[in-house]
């Protein structure tokens, strides 16, 4: 319970090759040749993600790079086939052919290989919803850019205009600043990613831009030559001092940039462009113009007379928006209707506001973060302080099942094998019966004992170890354990096998902790294994609990079945 153990195997599939080695057909087109030098060759283990849904966990996603399926396939390496969904974007055009198709293709092996999760396309732009559709694979043209926040994103009355124009965006060669030349004065905003390729970028052209025009300022404050990165309120600020906003890019994703200047208050000026960004605007206040600098600077001059009010353009950009976020909540709860769950969300509120946009981060970050929220959720459910299991090392996807266990039998006994940050949750669970801790480890015995009401502690001695266990699996005799009268003195309703430990040949293992958790157990009452996936806890539980009596098996941190007495 309190030791980490390493990444567990999913029952019944061997962690998956890349795809592109199972399929060299459709991954003709280098699509790796797209990401940064750095980035090449090795796996996408980050990109934006959002829990929309904490039970089933419902994630919007965006694709990184040629991770297609987002945090999708992070998901189900370490949760298997647990119920869950997947709403995917582009967060990058994807309108070509070849990617529609592999992505098709990648979408349609995921759900064979994990028919429980449930795969959901939206998209920024209607050819790729086309292109989607033509390949089988059903897209809703939703783009994503409704997810920035008004709340963060608002007119600033109190902050003077300095600016002509504004221009968030990375200083990288596809987003062109050199167009903005001809403005007279400009502000830019922008972030270098850690990769040393974008750090030269921006060092380079930000360089080609001050020399250009002395008038033009950059608002990030500078460490060692790189940007700050800005906060959301921060940049909100920034977009204040303007009177418009630039998009100049040829191509890119949908673009937080384009709604968060119009939520700001801000007139936009952009040159055609593949993507998407484009799906908000309004020809009142928004101009597409040719990828020419006195074009675009004849633009800015042209919406600045016009002069529209900021809480105007807001307004009217809300009441695009608006539409798109009630069909993504239908979507969202139609997926949680059919994952089993209740619809949850009230057409007209917003309940996202308080973050702008998808978050990039680690995957691994992303479903630390859900399960973090899952188990305040699921604190909430059983009646206990949100932070009451923020130190509890199972999963909810692994408490749930013990826990309604503990409540279809009021007042049981309950005996755990190992001790751990989750002894004090089993004693408060189990009130009103009789919970009891098995531990090897004498410190941890003491430091339980000394936390816990009633329930008793006893310090046992295995005298085994793990590599030993396929030579003692047929030997129930060497499996005999000398444990306490008050706990072979009775039968008990639902053992918990979570110790010794068991990840290290020189380690006790669980091979004497499960063979009498097989002979304590009363009639009628089950019996939990954790890391049911490593060998010696699946050999022993075969022999001993028998497959036949599975009744639960899901997969988190690590796996857990149960089986019924």
Request: net charge positive; with cysteine; glycine share 6%.
């Amino acid at each position: 319970m309190r030791r980490v153990v390493g990444l567990v195997k999913r029952a019944g599939h061997s962690l998956a090759r890349p795809i592109r080695n199972t399929f060299p057909a459709l991954y003709a087109a280098p699509f790796e040749r797209q990401r940064l030098p750095e980035l090449q060759g090795r796996p996408i283990d980050f990109g934006p993600a959002i829990l929309l849904s904490e039970n089933p966990p419902i994630f919007l996603s965006g694709m990184p790079y040629d991770e297609f399926l987002g945090i999708a396939p992070t998901f189900a390496r370490r949760y298997g086939n647990a119920k869950a969904g997947f709403i995917v974007y582009p967060t990058w055009s994807i309108e070509s052919e070849e990617k529609a198709r592999y992505i098709s293709y990648l979408a349609s092996r995921h759900e064979r290989l994990y028919p429980d999760h449930l795969l959901r396309f939206i998209c920024n732009t209607q050819r790729e919803t086309e292109l989607l559709n033509r390949f089988g694979r059903p897209a809703l043209f939703l783009n994503h850019k409704f997810t920035v926040s008004e709340e963060v994103f608002r007119p600033l009355d109190d902050v003077s205009v300095t600016f002509d124009a504004i221009y968030n965006a990375r200083f990288v060669a596809g987003k062109r600043h050199e167009l903005a030349a001809g403005i007279n004065n400009v502000a830019y905003v922008t972030y270098a990613e850690p990769q040393q390729t974008r750090q030269d970028d921006f060092r380079r052209l930000w360089a080609e831009t001050a020399a250009r025009n002395p008038r033009h300022v950059l608002l990030n404050p500078l460490k060692h030559g790189l940007p700050e990165t800005l906060s959301h309120a921060e940049v909100n600020q920034c977009l204040a001092k303007a009177t418009t906003g630039l998009l100049l890019s040829e191509v890119e994703g949908a673009s937080y940039a384009a709604v968060e200047y119009m939520l700001a208050g801000l007139s936009v000026v952009s040159t055609p462009s593949q993507g998407g960004r484009d799906v908000f605007f309004d020809p009142d206040y928004c101009a597409v113009v040719e990828p020419d600098p006195r074009t675009i600077r004849d633009a800015v001059a042209g919406l600045k007379a016009r002069n529209i009010p900021r809480h105007e353009i807001r307004a009217r950009t809300l009441k695009r928006i608006e539409p798109e976020r009630r069909r993504f909540l239908d979507l969202v709860d139609g997926m949680r209707e059919e994952l089993g769950e209740r619809r949850r969300f009230v057409a007209n509120t917003w309940p996202f506001a308080a973050v702008s946009g998808v978050p990039w981060n680690g995957f691994k970050h992303h479903i630390a973060a859900m399960e973090q929220a899952q188990r305040r959720a699921f604190a909430g459910e059983i009646g206990m302080y949100p932070q009451s299991l923020d130190d509890v090392q199972l999963t909810v996807t692994e408490l749930r099942p013990i826990v309604q266990a503990l409540r279809a039998r009021p007042g049981a006994s309950l005996l755990v094998f190992g001790c751990g940050n989750d002894s004090q949750l089993w004693e408060r669970l189990n009130s009103g019966g009789t919970t009891t801790f098995l531990e090897d480890d004498p410190d941890w015995a003491s430091t339980v004992q000394s936390k816990l009401a009633a329930s008793a502690v006893h310090l046992v001695t295995y005298g085994t170890r793990l590599s030993d266990w396929s030579r003692l699996l047929p030997r129930p005799e060497a499996l005999e354990m000398d444990l306490p009268a008050d706990v072979t003195g009775r039968k008990w309703d639902i053992i918990l096998v979570d110790g010794p430990a068991g990840h290290k040949d020189d380690c006790p293992g669980r091979m004497k902790s499960i063979y009498a958790a097989s002979r304590l157990v009363a009639p009628g009452g089950m019996i939990f294994l954790r890391d049911v996936e490593r060998p010696a806890e699946a050999a022993y539980a075969d022999r001993y609990l028998k497959r036949g009596r599975v009744v639960v098996d899901v997969r988190a941190r690590a796996g857990l079945k149960g089986y019924e007495f």
